[in-house]
């Protein structure tokens, strides 16, 4: 019994040290996609803000280590296990880059509903924001990554102009 058992757990072992790496997010990340995800774009905003504020300066600073190495974008799409691994080896990178993705939407998502020019403007920085983070990948728990700048830089064109956006408002 006792070699049977030393023999299981060496294989659930073996199995565990095989697994690719899981990803891991922040708790405020976590909150964020959970309140956007429930239509909850002001509670989004606010985790999505506390993710900024505590991550985006390293990740800035990942961000520039890896230009400076000129090191290749990450692969959206689904990967292998390695290119995984190395993905979420970025975690702060990644979580930053959701974040000013998820702040941005639920700003966008605001500004269409109330017409109010500040949560365009705000849309605007949070999509900036990741755009100065390409390296940043998000995970889709359907199995693939996609990337935070390319998905920020297409909301970006969706916003009306600035000028558009104080008309708009000016007529509401």
Known sequence: MRLYSLTLLAVITAIVVAMPTVKAQQPCLVKAWAAFNNN????????ADDC?????AQAQRDQKHLTDQKVPLPPTGTVNDAEKSAIFARGVLNDAGAAFFVK???AE???KSTHQAKFAQTARASYTGALA??????FDPQGWFWSTAEASS???RALPAPAATAA???KK
């Not at 909850?40 to 985790?47: E, L, P, Q, S, V």
């Not at 900024?52 to 985006?56: L, S, T």
């Open 109 to 111: 998502y605001l500004f």
């Open 168 to 170: 708009r408002t000016a």
């Open 40 to 47: 909850d774009y002001t509670g989004a905003m606010t985790a």
């Open 154 to 156: 297409d909301r970006l």
């Open 104 to 106: 941005g939407r639920s």
């Open 52 to 56: 900024i504020d505590n991550f985006a």
């Open 133 to 138: 983070l390409p390296h940043a990948r998000t």
